[in-house]
């Protein structure tokens, strides 16, 4: 819901630009370590959902730290006075550079899903005579019951070491003196508003703890991800996650054993609601079941729903019509999947409208193409 001088304020600037509500994310950052701190559970934010840097400077602010995906994520985590401590590194496939980046920084720990990239880094350790901190990242073959793109914890997927592996691995690493295992991560998809699938992964976690107890392993920490979900459909009534539930969840099913940290990785919960994609209506094309209302944003600037089939609430900011009628809101990309939804409730629209596509405060900006030469979007906050 935007103000009346918000929305005053949007006529006077070009489009399409992203909008961020930046006392919403405080308000969120405030629930998100109020409800964490109650167990003592650390919170990264995963920078991949959204690295403008006002947001950065808040959720840094905050005392959260950072889940980084790339070496130039960690080089920017840091850059925005991340404590190393607090910056974990995952990913299926790191690069020499961004291990050594990761290395010479000392970084909290690499959370790591195979035994070639543990050779990797226990090799580029040992050349800089460096202990890694190391967490393998285990399938834990749960099923997030989220769209097929954004679920990673299967069997199917690329993502983790799978269980018939790891007897291997855990016989490799005794081999690899410059690896310290501290942990062990998880992380089974994202957009997940079923919170029984996080009480699946908690009896798995449990029962894979026990796999390590029985070989005397210990480890410093578990760090179960993020994927916790937004109410796409209802952003005003459901601007802040219930985290409080949540983390509930891992304190009734979870067993941590003494001295254990339990570490989570949000990021679409702590950003997605205060930003949104604001466009103009360029033209109102008549189709064959529905008219087009084609704006000046398109796929270039926000890719979800081209790629995941991803639904963004859509409203019309300015028109004043009484008669509503059914649009295909399409953006002006030379693609078919260059459509926001299809058969959208809106006011009559004409050219000039603006038009709030919703919840795009994570993965949307950061997935901006430069596909058609597009112009770069611009951010503007509000306070
Ligand atoms: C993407 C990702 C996250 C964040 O997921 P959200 O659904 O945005 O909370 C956390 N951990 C890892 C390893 C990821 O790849």
Known sequence: MFRSTTIANFKTRETPFYFYDLSLLEATLNEVVKASQKYNYHVHYALKANTNDEILKLIQKAGLGADCVSGNEVEKALAYQFAPTKIAFAGVGKSDKEINLALENEIFCFNSESIQELEVINELAVEKNKIANVALRINPNVMANTHRYITTGLEENKFGINMWELSTVMDRLKDLKNIKLIG????????????TAFKSLCIRVNEIQ???????????HINVGGGLGVDYHNPDENAIPDFETFFK??????????????HFELGRSIVAQCGTLISRVLYVKNGVKTDFAILDAGMTELLRPALYQAYHKIESLTSKADISQKYDVVGPICESSDCFGKAIELPELKRGDLIAIRTTGAYGQVMELSYNLRDKVKAFYHT
């Open 184 to 195: 062990l991560h998880f992380h089974i998809g994202s957009q997940i508003t079923d919170l």
């Open 210 to 220: 026990e796999w390590f107890d029985n070989r005397n392993v210990l480890l410093e």
């Open 249 to 262: 969840i891992f304190d009734d099913f979870l067993t941590l054993k003494k001295h254990q940290t339990l």
